[in-house]
Nanobody, 123 residues
Framework: EVQLVESGGGLVQAGGSLRLSCAAS????????IGWFRQAPGKEREGVSC????????YYAESVKGRFTVSSDNAKNTVYLQMNSLKPEDTARYYC????????????????WGQGTQVTVSS
């Protein structure tokens, strides 16, 4: 059974930092890719970042490039999203999900969605 559990969200002031974790079970992360997504009230879910264990590639949305860093610890079967210089517009619920081939831009192709973790950035 493919399961992903997000954690690490919270309330932080603008300019602060948070590190989100995505713990995988039921499969070996090193064989696939893990994407990070977020959804704010009234908006569509959007891609934030992705890391592919098949070729080592990483990807970032333009809005977070230079501020967020995605990494993985295969021994722990966990992916992290380090978020620095947070802005109020980063406020959203953050999710992770897996793609069995690569870091695709097609969100519906990802599976294993969890409940997400809330990130709130105050001004």
């Amino acid at each position: 059974e493919v399961q992903l559990v997000e954690s690490g969200g919270g309330l932080v002031q603008a300019g602060g930092s948070l590190r989100l974790s995505c713990a995988a079970s039921g499969f070996t992360f090193g064989d696939y890719a893990i994407g990070w997504f977020r959804q704010a009230p009234g908006k569509e879910r959007e891609g934030v970042s992705c890391i592919s264990s098949r070729d080592g590639s990483t990807y970032y949305a333009e809005s977070v490039k230079g501020r967020f860093t995605v990494s993985s610890d295969n021994a722990k079967n966990t992916v992290y999203l380090q978020m620095n210089s947070l802005k109020p517009e980063d406020t959203a619920r953050y999710y992770c999900a897996t793609h069995f081939i690569y870091c695709s831009n097609v969100i519906r192709d990802y599976v294993g969605w969890g409940q997400g973790t809330q990130v709130t950035v105050s001004s």
